[in-house]
């Protein structure tokens, strides 16, 4: 039988992606304790402010100046799924909308036409340390679906469906299913114009907690070799995917023709895997916009310089929605979700 492992890629701070998928990081940042303007209570000397990536002293600011951050920036196009395990963010965007959301929570934003956003993340523990770790995966939009309405989706850790399975040596393997059916489980549903709404788009995500020495057998997708299949292996020493080593740090693509058996290696290890059949669009992409042509990116950029998008209705470009860690989303409609529900 051919290979199972198909090619293997080094992980860096960003990830390789198939078609459908544009972009994908892992942000793990060890804040320190935070201060009262819900910063890191530390020196920022030194850094790069507005564009700190480095990770020193194992953390960063991004484009935060006080909070670490995204401050208010636009996107066309495509869409973000945004996957907190640690820590929260702070969302708010040029419709009025705002979401504080984390441990285990998804954000599902559809760009479509265009939105200005800020993603933050406020530091709120005084006495520290404030652990931050998320994954956001940049998802591209059908040509038909570009210009829809702005959109998002709180997919809330108590409605996230995880599956366990455990092998003939009793070793769990906890699959998180953020994306796409398994086993018959199936997560909340995606926005109503993601490529991932599509049934033949056979997208999934899942992301595999493994005990050290752990084995599952992946499904194969319901497309076949049309569906690209890639396993992020981002946390332990390696795994092997049909008896094929596969180091730690590494990015698998793999046969998505079949099954495959993934066991863990002598460490406990976490995979993210994402699965999808490409649209098969052209893409042309400059920063925040992603369309189909050069004309079309130009045009975003003239929308945005006349109409930002909306505007922006905040008093500052890195809003924060103050230290209470409660968990909610009050979306443009008026409409309020929290994660617990009250």
Same mark, same amino acid.
């Given at each position: 039988?051919?290979?199972?492992?198909?090619?293997?890629v080094?992980?860096g701070?960003?990830?390789?992606?198939?078609?459908?998928?544009?972009?994908?990081?892992?942000?793990?940042?060890?804040y320190?304790?935070?201060?009262?303007a819900?910063g890191?209570?530390?020196?920022?000397?030194? @850094?790069p402010?507005?564009s700190?990536?480095?990770?020193?002293?194992g953390?960063? &600011?991004?484009?935060?100046?006080?909070?670490?951050?995204f401050?208010?920036?636009?996107?066309?196009?495509?869409?973000?799924?945004?996957? !907190?395990?640690?820590?929260?963010?702070y969302?708010s965007?040029?419709?009025?909308?705002?979401?504080?959301?984390?441990?285990?929570?998804?954000?599902?934003?559809?760009?479509?036409?265009?939105?200005?956003?800020?993603? &933050? &993340?406020?530091?709120?523990?005084?006495?520290?340390?404030? =652990?931050?770790?998320?994954?956001?995966?940049?998802?591209?939009?059908?040509?038909?679906?570009?210009?829809?309405?702005? #959109?998002?989706?709180?997919?809330?850790?108590?409605?996230i469906? @995880? !599956?366990?399975?455990?092998?003939?040596?009793?070793?769990?393997?906890?699959?998180?299913?953020? +994306?796409?059916?398994?086993?018959?489980?199936?997560?909340?549903?995606?926005?109503p114009?993601s490529?991932?709404?599509?049934?033949?788009?056979?997208?999934?995500?899942?992301?595999?907690?493994?005990?050290?020495?752990?084995?599952?057998?992946?499904?194969?997708?319901?497309?076949?070799?049309? =569906?690209?299949?890639?396993?992020?292996? /981002?946390?332990?020493t390696?795994?092997?995917?049909?008896?094929?080593?596969?180091?730690?740090? =590494?990015?698998? !693509?793999?046969?998505?023709?079949?099954?495959?058996? !993934?066991?863990?290696? +002598? #460490?406990?290890?976490?995979?993210?895997?994402?699965?999808?059949r490409?649209?098969?669009?052209? $893409?042309?992409? #400059?920063?925040? /916009?992603?369309?189909?042509?050069?004309?079309?990116?130009?045009?975003? /950029?003239?929308?945005?310089? @006349?109409?930002?998008?909306?505007?922006?209705?905040?008093? @500052?470009?890195?809003?924060?929605?103050?230290?209470?860690?409660?968990?909610?989303?009050? /979306?443009?409609?008026g409409? $309020?979700?929290?994660?617990?529900?009250?």
């Amino acid at each position: 039988m051919s290979s199972a492992v198909l090619q293997t890629v080094p992980l860096g701070f960003q990830w390789p992606t198939a078609d459908p998928f544009l972009f994908c990081v892992h942000h793990l940042d060890r804040y320190p304790a935070g201060n009262a303007a819900l910063g890191p209570a530390a020196s920022l000397a030194g @850094r790069p402010l507005g564009s700190d990536f480095e990770g020193i002293d194992g953390w960063r &600011m991004y484009h935060g100046q006080v909070v670490p951050g995204f401050p208010s920036h636009p996107h066309r196009g495509f869409e973000t799924i945004t996957y !907190v395990r640690q820590g929260l963010v702070y969302h708010s965007d040029s419709l009025g909308a705002a979401a504080r959301y984390g441990s285990g929570d998804v954000q599902w934003m559809t760009a479509g036409a265009g939105i200005q956003h800020a993603e &933050m &993340m406020p530091l709120l523990d005084r006495d520290g340390p404030n =652990t931050l770790e998320l994954f956001q995966i940049w998802l591209n939009l059908s040509a038909a679906d570009k210009m829809v309405e702005p #959109h998002f989706s709180m997919l809330w850790e108590r409605d996230i469906p @995880r !599956v366990v399975r455990t092998d003939a040596a009793g070793r769990t393997v906890e699959i998180t299913v953020i +994306a796409g059916p398994l086993d018959g489980v199936a997560p909340p549903p995606p926005p109503p114009a993601s490529w991932a709404s599509h049934p033949e788009s056979d997208l999934a995500i899942w992301h595999l907690t493994m005990d050290a020495g752990a084995s599952c057998t992946l499904p194969a997708p319901q497309g076949g070799t049309d =569906t690209n299949r890639i396993l992020y292996v /981002f946390e332990g020493t390696g795994i092997t995917v049909e008896g094929e080593p596969v180091g730690g740090a =590494t990015g698998a !693509v793999v046969d998505a023709g079949r099954a495959v058996t !993934v066991t863990a290696g +002598a #460490h406990h290890t976490e995979i993210l895997m994402m699965q999808a059949r490409p649209l098969g669009e052209p $893409v042309a992409q #400059h920063g925040p /916009f992603v369309m189909n042509t050069r004309a079309e990116i130009q045009q975003a /950029f003239d929308d945005y310089q @006349r109409t930002r998008f909306g505007g922006w209705p905040w008093d @500052r470009d890195d809003p924060v929605h103050g230290p209470d860690g409660t968990r909610f989303a009050r /979306f443009a409609d008026g409409r $309020v979700e929290h994660a617990v529900p009250v």
